[in-house]
Structure formats: structure tokens, C-alpha cells
């Protein structure tokens, strides 16, 4: 193994910040063939396989007359009707229909949804969707790079590494550490999925009333949880801005150091 010796000195916010910025780039251009694979998966397969990995833009347009022999059937006097595509310079990726019905009743508004993907004919299909992939593959690169080098393309531009703190002049981390580092790191996302937990499948269900996320319940549970995670984010940033080792890299048992 490669071994380097000096005084280690923390990496600062800024530097931290500008790898991310950098190996978010890196992590787009290796995302670009396999979003084009996808866009002809679209095509070959008639939409049944489907996904956006964070590339493809949408263009939505409001449709009067629906595809036949949608399931569950939505209703005939529906408000409104939204076809949404998804593409990547000209090639399609994703589609998906949205229909709405508004109605008044016992002094209160409710607001139905139905959601349905569909093909490049525009018939609904059932759709297989990767949009997941996008995630696997910068939390991969990430894994990988800092297991080999210790540090991303983004680190090393800026001359910091990421070190096991029990063996700090060792480049490169252990596999089951550069894992827990990153996993570690998500921790604060977790509130983000609460109200989907606690609401269930019902609420976002075909033909749920999706005016229910007005309600006073729905609003508090997503303001707590969004404080949550900007207190975990803010967490982070006072550490590292400190050059003391965040949450993260504590429980992984990782710092980052700079190189020069």
C-alpha cells in the first residue's frame, strides 16, 4: 500500500464543497450513455422500460381526449387531463398521464389523481422504471474512488482525501468503511420519506385526494420533517466549517485531509 507521511490537516467547507460540485459533473458525464441506453430502452420496449436520471427534461401539455382502455378507469367528467414527456436532447425517456377531477360537496374541495404511464404511441403500458439507476451509480463511483484512491475525481482536483482514522497515511479506504461513510451520510434524508410511511399506499393511490396534502396534519408532518433535515444539513456544514469531522465521518471512522 501507498504510504504518506506528514501532519494531517482537515479539509474546509470550501474545498469539501467544490469536490462535490466537481464529482457532480463527473458523475452527469457517466450518467449520459446510460441515459441514452434508456431513451432507445423507451423506444424498443414501448415504454416498458422507463426512467430519468436526473438528464431528461419535462414537456407537459393538457390533453382533452384520454388513451382507451385506461386502468382503473378514471371518470368520464374529469377536469383536467396533463401528458407529460420526459426527454434527453430530443430523445424520449419517460411518458406519463395525470388525470384530475375537482369536486364540491359538504363545504369542502377534494382534488383526485390518477396517474398513468405510457408508451411512445401514447397507450398506457405497465412500465418497469429505472430512474433508481441514477443513485446506484454515483454512490458506486463514489464507494470505489475513495476505496482505490481515497478520494473522487472531485478531491483530487482539490487536493483532499478521505483517510481512515486508524490508519491516516494509508491511501485508500477499507470497502466496508468507504459503505458506512456513505451511507452515514444519508441519515438526514430519511425524514424526507416519513409523510409517504405515514400516509400509505391510500393516499397516494389512483383516485386519492391528493388535496389532502393541504391539510393541517400533512403540512406539520412535512414542516417537521423538512426541519429535520436542514438542522442535520446545518449539522454538517458547522462541522466541517470548524474542520472538525461531521457526523458522518465519525461514525464511519473516516476524516478528510488535505494533501497540499
Known sequence: MTVIEGAPVRAGFWRRFGALLIDSIVAAVLLIPIQVLIAVLFLQTNGAIQGNLGLAFPSCETVNQLPPTLEPSPPADFTLSVDCTESFFGLHASRALTVVKIEQGNGKTSMLSWNYSLGPDGHQVDAFYVSWVGGLVFFAYLVLMETWRGATVGKQVLNIRTVDVQSPSTVGLPLRKAVARQLAMMIGLIP????????????????????????????????????????????????????????YDRIAGTSVLRTS
Open 192 to 247: 424526507a420519506f416519513v409523510p409517504a410511511f405515514w400516509w400509505g399506499d391510500p393516499f397516494f393511490a389512483n383516485g386519492a385526494d391528493i388535496s389532502e396534502t393541504l391539510s393541517t396534519s400533512y403540512i406539520a408532518t412535512t414542516a417537521i420533517t423538512g426541519v429535520i433535515e436542514i438542522a442535520w444539513f446545518i449539522w454538517i456544514i458547522v462541522s466541517v466549517s470548524k474542520k472538525r469531522d461531521p457526523i
